[in-house]
C-alpha cells in the first residue's frame, strides 16, 4: 500500500515514523532550569552520531510551537545528562513525561534520588544503570515543525558494576526500556548471536578470481 508523504500532515506522519521506527532506546534527561530546578524528561527519537569524541542526538519538538523545557535548559544551560532506564524504571520513565510548569522538578516528583556529577552542573540521577554527563555540540532545526536535533558530547559514563565485561556492555543484564508507537514499551526479546562479520564474508562472498 503505496502512501505519497506529501498526502500526511505533521501529526499522522509522526504516528507512522513511532510505529515503524521501533524500538526506539530511550534518552532520559536531566537539565538545570535557570532558577536551578532539576527536570527530567524522556525522548526516544535518539541515537549517537560519533564515537570520538563520544557524540549523543536527540530530537525534541516543540509544544504550541515553544521550545520543550529540556531544549530551553540545554540551549541555556549547555550541559546535561541522558540515563538509560531499565524495565523497573518504566513507570518513572513514563509518568517523567507529564507535562509540569518550569519551577516543579519531575525528579522531586517522581521521588528519584540523584547525586553530584562530576563533570558538568546538571546533576545525574543514582537508579538508572547509566549515566552520560554531555555538554552541548549542536543545534540544527529540521522540518516545518520546528522540531531540533540536539547533540551532546558526553564527557563522562557512569556504568553500574557489574555491566561492562571486557570492554562491552551486556546488554541482557542492561534490561533498557525500549519505545514503541503511543503508550507502549517492551523489553529486550530473543537475542540471536551470528559470526562476526569478517567470518561471515568469507562465508557468503564468493573467492577472488585471479586476473
Ligand atoms: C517514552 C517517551 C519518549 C518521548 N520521546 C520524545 C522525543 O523523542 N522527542 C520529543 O520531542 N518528545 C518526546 N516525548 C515527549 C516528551 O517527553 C514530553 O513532551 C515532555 O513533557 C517534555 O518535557 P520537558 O518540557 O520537561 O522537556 C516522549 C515521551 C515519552 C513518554
Redesign the pocket.
Known sequence: MPIDARDLDAEATYKLLTGVVVPRP?AWVTTLSPAGVL?L??????TFVSPKPPMLG????R?NGQR????AHILSGREYVVHIADMALTDA??AS???HPADVS?ADLLGLARTASTHVAVPRLLAPPVAMECRLHSVTPYGDTGSEFIVGEVLCWHLRDGLLQQGKVDSLALDPVC?LGGPNYAALGRRVTLQPIAQTAKRVLPPAHDA
Do not use: L, M, Q, Y
Not at 41 to 46: D, G, M, V
Not at 58 to 61: A, H
Not at 68 to 71: F, G, L, P, S, V
Open positions: 530511550i527536570n524528561a524522556p525522548f526516544s527519537a535518539f536527540i530530537s525534541i519538538g509544544k520543550k523545557d529540556t531544549a520513565v513514563h513525561a507529564v507535562e519531575e519505545r
